[in-house]
C-alpha cells in the first residue's frame, strides 16, 4: 500500500511576514484584535496600522497566494479593459481592470483581494465566461487612486489633445505627484507611449521642427509619421519624459540618457530614452524594450531545419567563439538571448557583459559596461574569467583589446558569444583580421558565424499574386518560362494600416567553421576563396534565405532587395 502523499500547508499571512522580519509578532496580534472588530483583511489592517507598506504586502500576498501581483502606479491604462469594468462595479468590489487582449481574451484584473472567487464570478457574468480573468494582487489603496485616475479622463491620443485645444494647461504641475492624471498632457505622453507598444513600434521618434513637433514610430524597420503636433506642447512633453526617465529637466544644451519601466497592455516594458540637443530644441528618442519579445524559443525564429540544425550543432560544442554580426536593429540580441536561452541550465554558468544590460534575464549573471569605473569589455572579460563561467556574452568586439581577451577566454575551455559589424558571414574573417586577429589564433577557436538581416512580412489579409518576369526569375535564380511562377505583392489595407506588410522576420547565413575553412583562415585566404571554400561544403547566404521567403509568399522582392544587395545574381 502506498504512502498518503504530504500536504503541504501553506504559511499564513502574519507568519510569513514575520518569518520575513517585516512584521513582529506583537503587531500581528493587533492586527488580529482589529479584525475581529470589523472583519477586514489582515493584510488591509496591517497596512492601515502602518506596520508595513501596501508594495511589500502586494507583493507577499502573491508568492503566497502563487497569484502575480502589479505595481499600478507604473500602469498605463487600457481603455479595452477599462470599457469592460464599468467605475461604480470596480467601486463597489474594489478592482481596478489592467489590460485586455482581444487575441487570447484574457482580462487582467487588479483586486485587493486575488483569491475571493464570488467577485471574479460577477466579473464573469458582466463580462461573459469567454473572456479567461486573470485576477493580480494589488493594496487598496493603490486601487482607489487608480479608479479616481483612470474613470472619468479621457484617454485617447485624438480626445487628449481635443482636450488640450479647448482648455487651458498648468505646465508647472506636470511634474507633481499627486493628481497628475488631471493633467492632459501627463495622460498625453502616457497615451502615445502606450500606442506605440500596441503598434509594436521599436522606436519613438519626438523631433521638434521649426513651426511643429513631429512623431514618428519605428514600426517594422521603417519609420513611419504618426502625427504632427503644434510646437506649443514640446516644452511640456519634453519636462514630462525627463521627469519620468530622470533626466535633469534643467540642462538643454548636453544630451542626456535615461530608462523607465512602465506596464503597458498587462506585461513590463521598458524605454531607453535619449535627449539630444538640435537647432530647433531637444530631439528625444525613445527605444522600446519589450522583455516579452526578446525571449524567442530557438525554434521559434522562423530559420529552416538546416540553419537550425546548424546553430544547434554550433552551441554544442563547449569552447570557441560563436559570432553575430549585422547592422544596428538587425535582431542580433534576440539570436544571441535564444541561443543562450536554449543552452540555459542549473548545471551552466552564463555570464555577459553589454553595453548597456537591456534585457534581464533569470539564472544569466548580467553585467553593464562602465567607463567610468575603467569597466570596459577588455577589462570586463578579463574579470569574469575569474567567476567561474562555462559561457561568456560579449556585447560587441569593438578593437584589438577586447578581440585578444574574447579569444583567451575561448582558448581556456571557455564558449563566448559576440556581435561584430560586417556585411556577411564571411566577412568576419577579414574584419578580425583587421582588427588584428593573428590567423594562427582564428584556427581552430571559431565555432561559427551567424549573419542576419530583418524584413517584413507580406500582409496575410491583402497580399496578392502576380506572375513573375524575367527579370524576377532571374534574380530568384530559376530559369524564365512564360506565366510559370507565381510570386506575391503587397497592398495595403486597415489591418496593416495600409503599408502591405505586417511582422518582421530574421533571414540568417549560418556558416559553421570546419577543417577546410580553418585551413583557408591559417593560410590568409581572400574573401573569394573563402567563400567558394564554405559553398562547397553547402553554405546559403543570405540572399538564398531571402529568395526562400520570396517563393513561400512570405515577402517581396522589393522587401529583400531594400535590405540586400541582389544586382550580384543579375550578372
Request: charged share 25%.
Amino acid at each position: 500500500m502506498n504512502a498518503p502523499a504530504v500536504i503541504k500547508k501553506k504559511k499564513r499571512l502574519g507568519e510569513e511576514l514575520i518569518e520575513k522580519g517585516l512584521v513582529t509578532y506583537d503587531q500581528v496580534e493587533i492586527a488580529l484584535t482589529e479584525q475581529k472588530k470589523n472583519y477586514r483583511l489582515i493584510g488591509e489592517i496591517l497596512v492601515s496600522l502602518g506596520f508595513v507598506s501596501e508594495s511589500i504586502m502586494r507583493d507577499v500576498l502573491g508568492k503566497i497566494l502563487g497569484i502575480g501581483s502589479v505595481d499600478l502606479s507604473t500602469v498605463i491604462p487600457d481603455q479595452g479593459a477599462l470599457a469592460l469594468i464599468p467605475k461604480e462595479i470596480a467601486d463597489r468590489h474594489t478592482i481596478i481592470p489592467v489590460s485586455y487582449d482581444e487575441k487570447s481574451q484574457q482580462l487582467k484584473i487588479a483586486m485587493k483581494n486575488a483569491s475571493d472567487l464570488m467577485v471574479q464570478d460577477r466579473i464573469h457574468a458582466l463580462v461573459g465566461r469567454k473572456i479567461d480573468i486573470i485576477p493580480l494582487v494589488a493594496g487598496v489603496g493603490e486601487i482607489k487612486k487608480s479608479i479616481d485616475q483612470f474613470y472619468g479622463y479621457e484617454l485617447s491620443v485624438d480626445g487628449i489633445l481635443h482636450e488640450i485645444e479647448t482648455g487651458e494647461i498648468d505646465y508647472k504641475s506636470l511634474d507633481a505627484i499627486d493628481d497628475e492624471y488631471s493633467q492632459p498632457l501627463v495622460r498625453l505622453v502616457d497615451a502615445i507611449l502606450a500606442d506605440a507598444v500596441k503598434r509594436e513600434a521599436s522606436d519613438i521618434h519626438f523631433e521638434p521642427e521649426d513651426g511643429f513637433l513631429r512623431l514618428r514610430y519605428r514600426i517594422d524597420g521603417v519609420l513611419r509619421q504618426i502625427r504632427s503636433l503644434h510646437k506649443d506642447y514640446w516644452s511640456a512633453i519634453v519636462v514630462r519624459l525627463k521627469v519620468m526617465s530622470n533626466m535633469n529637466i534643467a540642462e538643454t544644451r548636453i544630451p542626456q540618457d535615461g530608462r523607465l519601466s512602465l506596464q503597458v497592455q498587462g506585461h513590463r516594458v521598458d524605454f531607453r530614452v535619449s535627449a539630444q540637443p538640435t537647432t530647433h530644441g531637444e530631439n528625444i528618442v525613445l527605444r522600446v524594450l519589450d522583455r516579452a519579445k526578446v525571449i524567442v524559443p530557438l525554434d521559434k525564429l522562423g530559420v529552416n531545419e538546416d540553419t537550425l540544425s546548424t546553430l544547434r550543432l554550433m552551441m554544442a560544442r563547449p569552447e570557441g567563439i560563436i559570432l553575430v554580426t549585422g547592422p544596428t536593429g538587425s535582431g542580433k540580441t534576440t539570436t544571441l538571448y535564444s541561443m543562450l536561452n536554449y543552452v540555459k541550465s542549473e548545471q551552466v554558468n552564463i555570464m555577459t557583459l553589454e553595453d548597456p544590460v537591456e534585457y534581464p534575464v533569470d539564472m544569466i549573471r548580467q553585467t553593464s559596461v562602465n567607463e567610468v569605473a575603467r569597466m570596459d569589455f577588455a577589462n570586463g572579460i578579463r574579470s569574469m574569467m575569474r567567476q567561474d563561467p562555462d559561457i561568456i556574452l560579449v556585447g560587441e568586439i569593438r578593437d584589438e583589446d577586447t578581440a585578444d581577451m574574447a579569444f583567451r577566454a575561448a582558448m581556456t575551455g571557455h564558449q563566448v558569444l559576440s556581435t561584430l559589424h560586417t556585411n556577411s558571414a564571411i566577412g568576419a574573417i577579414p574584419r578580425l583580421l583587421d582588427i588584428g586577429v593573428l590567423p594562427d589564433i582564428m584556427t581552430g577557436n571559431i565555432i561559427g558565424i551567424i549573419s542576419q538581416r530583418l524584413i517584413r512580412l507580406l500582409c496575410p489579409s491583402c497580399k496578392s499574386p502576380r506572375d513573375a518576369d524575367e527579370v524576377d526569375s532571374k534574380l530568384l535564380g530559376v530559369e524564365y518560362v512564360n506565366e510559370s511562377l507565381t510570386i506575391y505583392e503587397a497592398n495595403g489595407c486597415p489591418s496593416c494600416d495600409n503599408t502591405g506588410y505586417k511582422g518582421r522576420v530574421a533571414i540568417i547565413e549560418a556558416l559553421r567553421i570546419d577543417n577546410q575553412l580553418d585551413e583557408q583562415i591559417a593560410k590568409r585566404a581572400t574573401l573569394g576563396e573563402l567563400r567558394a571554400c564554405a559553398k562547397s561544403t553547402g553554405y546559403k547566404t543570405l540572399a538564398d534565405d531571402a529568395i526562400r521567403r520570396v517563393l513561400d509568399g512570405e515577402t517581396t522582392l522589393q522587401e529583400v532587395a531594400r535590405v540586400i544587395d541582389l544586382t550580384q545574381r543579375l550578372i
